[in-house]
Protein backbone atom coordinates (compact mmCIF):
# COMPACT_ATOMS: atom_id res chain seq x y z
CA UNK A 1 0.00 0.00 0.00
CA UNK A 2 3.09 2.63 0.97
CA UNK A 3 5.12 1.15 -1.48
CA UNK A 4 8.39 1.29 0.02
CA UNK A 5 10.25 -1.50 2.07
CA UNK A 6 7.17 -2.09 5.26
CA UNK A 7 5.21 -5.56 5.84
CA UNK A 8 1.89 -4.08 5.70
CA UNK A 9 -1.82 -5.41 6.54
CA UNK A 10 -4.90 -3.74 6.04
CA UNK A 11 -8.30 -4.64 7.93
CA UNK A 12 -11.74 -2.84 8.15
CA UNK A 13 -13.04 -1.24 10.85
CA UNK A 14 -15.92 -2.36 13.07
CA UNK A 15 -18.59 -1.24 11.10
CA UNK A 16 -17.17 -1.06 8.15
CA UNK A 17 -16.42 3.01 8.95
CA UNK A 18 -12.76 3.06 8.45
CA UNK A 19 -9.75 1.35 7.22
CA UNK A 20 -6.65 0.19 9.37
CA UNK A 21 -3.25 0.21 8.12
CA UNK A 22 -0.85 -1.71 10.62
CA UNK A 23 2.77 -0.91 9.42
CA UNK A 24 6.60 -1.70 10.68
CA UNK A 25 8.65 0.55 11.18
CA UNK A 26 11.84 -1.78 11.04
CA UNK A 27 13.38 -2.48 7.70
CA UNK A 28 14.21 -5.63 6.19
CA UNK A 29 17.28 -7.55 5.62
CA UNK A 30 16.08 -9.22 2.64
CA UNK A 31 15.78 -7.89 -0.74
CA UNK A 32 14.12 -9.12 -3.65
CA UNK A 33 13.46 -7.70 -7.40
CA UNK A 34 9.63 -6.84 -7.93
CA UNK A 35 7.21 -9.46 -8.12
CA UNK A 36 6.68 -8.21 -11.74
CA UNK A 37 9.65 -9.18 -13.29
CA UNK A 38 9.12 -12.67 -12.21
CA UNK A 39 7.25 -14.43 -15.10
CA UNK A 40 5.02 -16.68 -13.02
CA UNK A 41 4.01 -13.44 -11.12
CA UNK A 42 3.34 -11.43 -13.58
CA UNK A 43 1.31 -14.26 -16.21
CA UNK A 44 -0.91 -14.89 -12.68
CA UNK A 45 -1.81 -10.79 -13.12
CA UNK A 46 -2.37 -11.52 -16.73
CA UNK A 47 -4.97 -14.37 -15.93
CA UNK A 48 -6.25 -12.60 -13.01
CA UNK A 49 -7.55 -9.77 -14.78
CA UNK A 50 -8.78 -12.09 -17.88
CA UNK A 51 -11.58 -13.73 -16.18
CA UNK A 52 -10.01 -16.42 -13.56
CA UNK A 53 -10.13 -14.41 -10.45
CA UNK A 54 -7.25 -16.58 -8.91
CA UNK A 55 -4.26 -14.98 -6.99
CA UNK A 56 -0.77 -14.99 -8.64
CA UNK A 57 1.67 -16.97 -7.31
CA UNK A 58 5.85 -16.30 -7.84
CA UNK A 59 7.59 -19.07 -9.19
CA UNK A 60 9.81 -18.87 -5.68
CA UNK A 61 8.95 -19.38 -2.15
CA UNK A 62 8.75 -15.99 -0.19
CA UNK A 63 8.63 -16.68 3.97
CA UNK A 64 10.72 -16.95 7.02
CA UNK A 65 13.99 -18.36 6.15
CA UNK A 66 13.73 -17.91 2.28
CA UNK A 67 16.50 -18.73 0.40
CA UNK A 68 17.84 -15.41 -1.67
CA UNK A 69 15.45 -14.89 -4.13
CA UNK A 70 16.68 -15.87 -8.53
CA UNK A 71 17.26 -12.72 -9.98
CA UNK A 72 14.93 -12.72 -13.24
CA UNK A 73 15.63 -12.63 -16.73
CA UNK A 74 13.43 -10.81 -18.14
CA UNK A 75 13.66 -8.74 -20.95
CA UNK A 76 11.89 -5.89 -22.95
CA UNK A 77 12.36 -6.54 -26.79
Not at 42 to 55: I, K, S, V
Not at 59 to 69: D, L, R, V
Amino acid sequence: MLGDWREEVVWRASGNTALRIYSTPIETTTKITTLLHDPMYRTGLAWQNTAYNQPPHTSFFIGNNMPTAPRPTVYTP
